[in-house]
Structures are given as structure tokens and as C-alpha cells.
């Protein structure tokens, strides 16, 4: 009887992260170059008696993982010079005070120094990993969709585009960063969009039916734990009235 | 429950995402406004397990890890530096700017503002001044018995002198450039002020590299553009619902919680 009140517990705790994690798309779904992430649930199955066949009673459920989706958000036009949007795979590398960290959030602008920086003010990398320096008097940055930056028709430099070969081994930081396991090296071919930014990726329907989902099947796991309650009341009723 | 929390985030970063908008909108007809755009981004995330984690004595790894993100914060509200449309006024003190570059104003205190509003007034004592009365700078002095004030593409004031034949110059307006334009500081009055986010400011005379030109008898409209900020406001108020309903979802789970002891 415990048994069914834990594996509804399990359930339970599972389900509630699932509700932080789907919080969580829902709230960054106007987050620029966001990723949306989803729990995968897994059956943790344990041997609970073993003087029988030896088959697993009692299953539980565990969520061994987080996943990001890093399917790519709607590419939308904002019209602005240091705005950039990747096309297919890649990050933009960013130099912060904890290390190199990568976004797909390409909405950069120039510091008072005249280096590439996020909105954050960390440096913006190129494909060498060093820093990008702006001359705000050279006219407009015009990019070539290599990533290429031109002023006046000369290369300032060309914007670094990294890839992951896992992305599964990406961690999220905040501030729409990411961080590798190891230094990431520069995607040889990469589009690169002038004037466009990527969109969140969240889909917000499918937050809302994951929502409904979330919600009913907490409400069953609720109530398995309460049938279970119930049968342990109606054992000790039933007991001591014998008695 | 955290859900809770997260969803607030979600709900406030939108509230501040409409009050941007709201400011946009009713800035519309503001002389030389420059749009502003709310930006997010996540908030910290809480690794449970890193991926990459050895899972077994074997030495498997766990390919994604588990983090739980806290929700969005609104990472800056930013300026957008885009040319406005310019309208013809027909008035010799309107000034727009065409291309980089914004006008220096003198503040009462002795600071120094910067403006790209050239809705320009003379004032009694004969000198160029804003709307406010601020001294545009370098201070153009107007003679009283001036007939016509011209103002070339590039700045030269130029003044037509009753019983004189030809226009005498008066001064020259300046212009100034930053290496962050949008890193400038909003004041109210149309005016912004240097911050250590903008850099320092450089003066150039108009026309030259890097600066815009003067057209007199125009101004620049705001670059607010109506249909954008419209259908931006939509996905706000839609997404301020979605929030509210993941706050519903957790308060009813809670509910559960509460009702499963009878």
C-alpha cells in the first residue's frame, strides 16, 4: 500500500518540475534567442519483492534529464545594423569574467570603447576568439551573410559563429548564455543574418496543452495516493471492528 | 512551489514590456523621439545534475543533466538609433538632422544635454534656444534687424541684414556623434545626457565624415512606427495570459495538495 502512495509521490515531484521547466519556456517566449527546455520522464523500475518471479512491482517515475530543445526560432527583422540572426547550426561566442560563454541571441550593439558587445556589455567574439573593434566614425557595419563585417567596403572583422558537436553537453547560465564543457572552435561555413534577430523557440500552444497535461496528471497521481489512503482507513476500520 | 515565482517573472517582464510600448505610442508625435525596446533574457538556472554526469560505476554519462531555469528578467530597455522621417515645417529655426549626429544644449546648471529635437526658437536677447529656452550651442547671437535666417547643409547660419546686400554669417551649429548612441541617458524634454555607456562625446561641424547634415525648415518626426508597436503590445498582453495561466495551473495543483487529506 505505501508503495502506491510513493510511486504517486514520485509522480508528483516529477510533475511539479515539469511545471517549473514549462514556467519557465512560457515565461522567456518573447526572450530573444531562447531555447525552450522539456523533462523527459523515465520509468525507474525497482525490484520491490524478490521471493516471487523476481519482476519489478512497483515502478516509480524519475526524470533522469532536462532536455533543450535547440530547434531554431522564428527569424524575425528588426531593421537594426548589430542585430544578427544565425541560419542553421551555431553560437555567437561571448567573452565574460567566467569564460568564454555562447548565445544565439545576436542582438549586439558598440560600447563606449567601440568594441562588439551584448546587451550584458560582454565582448562579442570573432572567429579567432578576440574581441571586435567598431571605428563609430567609418559609417555603417555592413555584413556579408559569411558574417563578414565590412566599414567602408574594408573587413573589420568576421563575427565567430562556434559549434558544438554535442549541444546536449551546452549548460544554460542565464542572461540567454550558454557554456561548453571545452572551448568551442569556429564553424568553418556559417549564415549569418544583418538586420534579423531569432525569436524564442517556445511554442506557445504546446506550453498551454503541456500546461492541461501537468495538470490532470497531478490530479491522478493525487488521487492514487488518495484511493490508497482511503484503502489503509478502511483496513484499520474494518480490523478493529472485528476485534 | 517555484512555478509560481517563474510565472511572476514572466508576468512582470511583460508589464514592463507594455509600459515600454505605452511610452513608444504616446510618443508618436514627439519631435526627434527614438523608439525603445524591452529586451529579455533568463534568469539563473539551478543545475540538479550537469550533464556530462557519470550516472553508473561504469562510467555512462548522463547526456543532458537537469537544470531548472527561475523564469526572465527584462536585460535592458533599449534605444533604438534609427533615422525618423522628416516633415517640412517651412519654419527657418527647425532643424533636422539627416544622418549621425545630435545637437548640443546648453542646461541651466552649465551641463550639457544633447538633443536630435531642432524645434529652435530665438529667444528676446536674440539667441538660438530650445523650445525649454536652453541655449543650443555653440550660441548662434541673431542681430535684431535681420530680415531672413538661412542655416546651410552644413551649419553655417547665415543671416539677410535690412539695408545690407548680401547674408552676413553669424555662427556655425555643431554637431556631436558617440561610439554608443544608444548608451546615452533620457532626461525628459527630448533631451539625453553622456553616461560612461555612451563614451565621450565628439563635435564635428555637420556634414563632415561620420556626421549628418542640417536641413532647416524640417523636423524629425518620431521613428515610432504605430503598426509595430501595435501587434508587439498583442504578443505582450497574450503572453502576460499565458503566465497567469501557468500561475492558475500551480495554484490548482496546490489545491490538490490541500484537499488530499479528508
Known amino acids: 500500500m505505501e508503495n502506491a502512495i510513493v510511486a504517486g509521490l514520485s509522480k508528483q515531484i516529477v510533475l511539479t518540475r515539469a511545471l517549473e521547466t514549462t514556467a519557465n519556456n512560457v515565461a522567456n517566449q518573447t526572450t530573444a534567442g531562447f531555447k525552450a527546455d522539456h523533462v523527459a520522464f523515465a520509468e525507474y523500475l525497482r525490484v520491490i519483492d524478490a521471493r516471487s518471479s523476481g519482476d519489478p512491482l512497483v515502478s516509480l517515475v524519475s526524470d533522469p534529464d532536462t532536455y533543450t530543445d535547440f530547434g531554431a526560432g522564428a527569424i524575425e527583422q528588426t531593421f537594426r545594423d548589430l542585430d544578427f540572426a544565425i541560419e542553421g547550426e551555431g553560437l555567437f561566442g561571448v567573452e565574460t569574467a567566467a569564460g568564454v560563454r555562447y548565445t544565439r541571441d545576436g542582438r549586439f550593439s558598440v560600447n563606449a570603447f567601440g568594441e562588439l558587445v551584448t546587451r550584458s556589455g560582454e565582448l562579442v567574439l570573432d572567429n579567432g576568439g578576440s574581441p571586435i573593434l567598431i571605428d563609430p566614425e567609418a559609417g555603417p557595419v555592413i555584413a556579408t551573410s559569411e558574417g563578414e563585417l565590412q566599414q567602408q567596403g574594408a573587413s573589420v572583422a568576421r563575427i565567430g559563429v562556434f559549434a558544438p558537436e554535442d549541444a546536449r553537453l551546452l549548460r544554460k547560465t542565464g542572461d540567454n548564455l550558454f557554456a561548453a564543457p571545452a572551448e568551442l572552435d569556429a564553424a568553418p561555413i556559417v549564415r549569418v543574418r544583418q538586420g534579423f534577430t531569432e525569436t524564442s523557440n517556445v511554442n506557445p500552444v504546446a506550453a498551454m496543452t503541456d500546461l492541461i497535461e501537468i495538470m490532470r496528471a497531478y490530479e491522478q497521481a493525487a488521487q492514487l495516493t488518495d484511493i490508497s489512503n482511503n484503502l489503509a482507513r478502511r483496513a484499520v476500520d474494518t480490523l478493529s471492528e472485528r476485534a | ?262
Open chain 2, 1 to 262: 512551489m517555484k512555478s509560481l515565482s517563474i510565472a511572476a517573472t514572466g508576468m512582470l517582464a511583460q508589464q514592463r514590456n507594455v509600459e515600454v510600448i505605452s511610452n513608444n505610442i504616446a510618443n508618436l508625435n514627439t519631435v526627434g523621439y527614438k523608439r525603445q525596446r524591452a529586451e529579455f533574457q533568463d534568469l539563473l538556472y539551478q543545475t540538479i545534475e550537469r550533464p556530462g554526469a557519470i550516472s553508473s560505476s561504469t562510467g555512462t554519462v548522463t547526456p543532458n543533466g537537469i537544470q531548472i531555469g527561475a523564469g526572465v528578467k527584462t536585460g535592458s530597455v533599449y534605444r533604438i538609433i534609427e533615422q525618423g522621417a522628416v516633415t517640412a515645417t517651412g519654419n527657418d529655426f527647425d532643424l533636422a538632422v539627416s544622418g549621425k549626429g545630435l545637437f548640443r544644449i546648453e542646461l541651466p546648471d552649465g551641463r550639457e544635454a544633447y538633443t536630435r529635437a531642432g524645434n529652435f526658437a530665438v529667444s528676446a536677447d536674440g539667441r538660438i534656444v530650445t523650445s525649454d529656452g536652453y541655449e543650443v550651442l555653440p550660441g548662434v547671437a541673431v542681430p535684431e534687424d535681420v530680415l531672413d535666417v538661412s542655416v546651410s547643409e552644413d551649419g553655417v547660419v547665415e543671416a539677410q541684414i535690412a539695408g545690407q546686400q548680401d547674408p552676413r554669417e553669424i555662427g556655425r551649429l555643431e554637431l556631436v556623434v558617440f561610439f554608443n548612441e544608444s548608451g546615452l541617458e533620457a532626461i525628459g524634454d527630448n533631451l539625453l545626457l553622456e553616461t560612461p555607456a555612451s563614451g565621450e562625446p565628439i563635435i564635428g561641424n555637420p556634414g563632415d565624415d561620420g556626421f549628418g547634415r542640417i536641413l532647416q525648415g524640417y523636423l524629425e518626426n518620431a521613428n515610432v512606427d504605430p503598426v509595430q508597436e501595435i501587434t508587439t503590445l498583442i504578443a505582450a498582453q497574450r503572453a502576460y495570459e499565458m503566465n497567469a495561466r501557468v500561475i492558475e495551473t500551480s495554484d490548482e495543483m496546490l489545491s490538490i495538495n490541500a484537499n488530499l487529506r479528508q
